[in-house]
């Protein structure tokens, strides 16, 4: 009773108390041991466990975050793409059309695509098909959901063109080579030189004038030649276009031109003193690549 009076009022016996348990740790501890061990190895065991599934966790968390971070980039690349898409329509004349390209033509020797867009959405044949960069083909088949587009590097396209640097004209036709174009039948007098960018000329009325078609590549002059051979690249990137534009040349480019009636009275009305050498010249027919091998 003394000590219990003692422990619980005052602190005499902690000297005491702190020795008791100094003698009786060792015994506590061999008490205990069977428990610690069985807890430390449980505590390992379930550690490797949580390990293991953590790791697992977070490679399969590592995998959706590289799915998500690589569908990010497709759109980020495809946002950018119909950005300059639709930053480009404000050179066109006429309505344009998203369209995506949904198949590529496997027949050899032919440079053509399938777009999701057919007669449902406005196409039409003969309807002029470019991306952010310059001219990509033309349509030349249609059908209700879909429609054909040949590339302006299939050997049978053609599309008539013109030097931006001084409106020489010309008809760049596709050769087959995938980046590749030769304007066809140049005189070796003509004043076109290596880098000059060629346009659409409007010549026709099938492409809209004044859209990019490429860049002169080379000019070569052999010196038994009548004709000089340019080659040209083509700007649009036609082996890695998603989404093109597909112009709606219908509703604002007559495809046919005017009709010109060459008798009719008052054609010249106003002309006075003007030389009769600065006329225009007698009108020849087109060849058959200047349609834009339709």
């Known amino acids: 009773m003394v000590l219990i009076v ?37 505590d390992v065991i379930a ?30 690349a495809e946002n950018e793409r119909l950005r300059a898409l639709l930053g480009s329509r404000a050179r ?20 053509q695509v399938v777009l999701d867009k057919g007669t449902n959405d406005d196409v039409e044949l003969g309807d002029a098909v470019i991306d952010s960069e310059g001219l990509f083909g033309q349509v030349v088949e249609v059908s209700g959901f879909t429609s ?3 590339l302006i590097t299939d050997p049978s396209h053609a599309v008539p063109v013109q030097v931006n640097r001084n409106g020489v004209r010309s008809i760049a036709g ?25 346009e659409t000329s409007g010549l026709g009325g099938r492409f809209p004038p004044g859209y990019p078609v490429g860049y002169v590549d080379a000019v070569v002059i052999e010196p038994t030649a009548a004709f000089a051979a340019v080659s040209v690249r083509p700007l649009a990137r036609l082996d890695r276009t998603r989404h093109v534009l597909v112009v709606l040349a ?12 060459p008798d009719a009275e008052g054609a010249f009305e106003g002309l006075e003193g003007v030389d009769a050498r600065s006329l225009p010249g007698e009108a020849r027919p087109a060849s058959p690549g200047a349609g834009g091998g339709a």
């Open 6 to 42: 003692l422990e619980s009022t005052t602190r005499l016996l902690d000297p005491v108390r702190g020795a008791l348990m100094a003698v009786a740790a060792p015994l506590q501890v061999v008490a205990e041991l069977p428990y610690l061990l069985s807890d430390e190895v449980g």
């Open 47 to 76: 550690s490797r466990e949580s390990l293991r599934q953590r790791n697992e966790e977070l490679e399969r968390r590592v995998l959706e975050l590289s799915q998500i971070s690589q569908q990010y980039m497709a759109l980020k």
């Open 92 to 111: 066109l004349p006429a309505e344009v059309l998203i369209a995506e390209i949904i198949s590529v033509l496997p027949a050899p020797g032919t440079h």
């Open 148 to 150: 054909r587009v040949m």
């Open 174 to 198: 596709g050769t087959g080579a995938p980046d590749l174009l030769q304007l066809e039948n140049v005189s070796v007098t003509a004043d076109i030189r290596e880098g000059d960018l060629l």
């Open 250 to 261: 219908s509703e604002s480019i007559d495809l046919h031109g005017p009709e010109v009636e």
